[in-house]
């Protein structure tokens, strides 16, 4: 157990719709990465927060949106959704002093 | 952009037969190279960072070593629980963010 959380575990939508996923990192760690992992194109960074603040972008849609709240909890939102946003969601943390990186357990979406 | 190509994509092993993973790689002033195992339907698990060519870590059957173009994941007499996918991902000097490699298969054959 990596000590990051992450819900839901399943979501299944349909297509045009919109969902959140919630993301709580480990306690002390500052930061949140998300990614997307699709069969076809491996883990794809998508967006890093650090104490609240954007850091990094990767290939995040427009559609997508993401925040981190000042208990440092983060939120993805995802709109207008395809069929191709299918994919395992993950967040994950960053242990600045040591450099290593804990992965959240997952948050499997399926849009029908 | 930085980029990350893992070879071969699947390897397939008897127990006890070691072998290397390869992990080739381009990026903009390295600030760390990390190896994760991952299970099917969890996330990835944390093995090693690697930050400057010569370097060298180990645990329990692994050893990764990291050159200046490359990094190695060497798995010695693997058992069949260390079958996993194993990724290889990149972090730049100027930015924070992580690039991945699609990551090699492997499977131990008792």
């Known amino acids: 157990d990596s000590g990051v959380t992450q819900t839901p575990k399943h979501l299944i939508t349909a297509t045009g719709q919109r969902v959140t996923l919630r993301c709580s990192p480990r306690?002390?760690?500052?930061?949140v990465y998300w990614y997307q992992q699709s069969l076809d194109q491996g883990l794809q960074f998508l967006i890093q927060y650090y104490n609240g603040e954007e850091r990094a972008k990767g290939n995040i849609l427009e559609r997508f949106s993401a925040q981190q709240f000042p208990d440092l909890h983060s939120e993805l939102n995802l709109s207008s959704l395809e069929l191709g946003d299918s994919a395992l969601y993950f967040c994950?943390?960053?242990?600045?002093?040591?450099?290593?990186?804990?992965f959240g357990p997952g948050t499997r979406l399926t849009v029908t | 952009e930085d980029q990350v190509t893992q070879s071969p994509e699947a390897l397939r092993l008897q127990e006890g037969e070691s072998s290397s993973l390869n992990c080739s790689y381009t990026?903009?002033?390295?600030?760390?190279l990390f190896w994760y195992r991952q299970d099917p339907g969890k996330g990835p698990e944390f093995l090693f960072t690697l930050y400057s060519a010569g370097e060298e870590k180990e645990k329990e059957r692994l050893k990764a070593t990291l050159t200046k173009k490359e990094s190695f994941l060497h798995i010695t007499a693997p058992k069949p629980e260390d079958s996993a996918t194993y990724l290889c991902?990149?972090?730049?000097?100027?930015?924070?963010?992580?690039?991945f490699g699609k990551g090699t298969l492997l499977t131990v054959n008792p």
């Open positions: 990026v903009s002033g390295l600030r760390g």
């Open positions: 991902a990149v972090q730049g000097g100027s930015n924070y963010k992580l690039t």
């Open positions: 306690s002390g760690d500052l930061s």
């Open positions: 994950a943390t960053f242990q600045d002093r040591v450099d290593e990186q804990y």
